[in-house]
């Protein structure tokens, strides 16, 4: 990080702190709500293919509608 931006950043977590009187914590691990996001991303990709290949079948193909 440019030290710029590692004082823009301590800065912050300093006001939230006396604003909020927060405590912060530095976690370890994977996030729960990265993979449960990731996952929905996958469906929803998953999905627009599905739905792209129903509506543009490929050449030879019979379809029922």
Known sequence: ??????????????????????????????????KQSAGRRRAAARTEQNQAKAAAPEAGEITQS
């Open 1 to 34: 990080m440019i030290d710029r931006e590692r004082r823009t950043v301590k800065r912050r977590i300093c006001a939230a702190w006396l604003t909020h009187h927060v405590s912060i914590l530095t976690m370890n691990g994977d996030s729960y709500r990265l």
